[in-house]
């Protein structure tokens, strides 16, 4: 559209540069008739902090009937206290903010506690990681007989 692609990046770089690599960044850019910039970033997605929380890497392929990781009600109030803070969920208040959450949690397969006793939990995700394992070489076998097919 016109815009000065080195400073476009200059100052997204800048801008994001407290933030880890990898993680994931709503942004909404809009260009000027001059030619001119507004860059709005906003806070990582909800589900990236919930994935983070539990330590698992992707959700469950079966939400309602596989759990693959487990929050505290601690950590939902912790997130919705850094999404309270975004701009999308300003009017939201802060209880419907935790219940949106806990709804989320549950249909990515993440189980809401009260508490989590570590080393139980360091068994589960093994336990779960395995199960998250054989439930992708299903779906690649799937996916190959798929192609075979055709």
Known sequence: ???NI???CKDFNNRTSIYKE???LPCKIKVNPDRSYDLSIYKP???YFLLQAAGIQRGAMKPGED???KVTIKHIYEIAKIEKEDPRYKLIPLPKLCEILISS???MGIEVVRDIDLQDYG????EKALLVEEQLKELQE???AKLLRK
């Open 1 to 3: 559209r016109g815009i």
């Open 6 to 8: 080195a400073a476009f």
């Open 22 to 24: 990898g993680v994931p």
């Open 45 to 47: 997605p909800p589900m």
């Open 67 to 69: 759990a693959v990781g």
């Open 105 to 107: 949690a549950h249909s």
């Open 123 to 126: 068994q589960y995700l093994e």
């Open 142 to 144: 799937k996916r190959e």
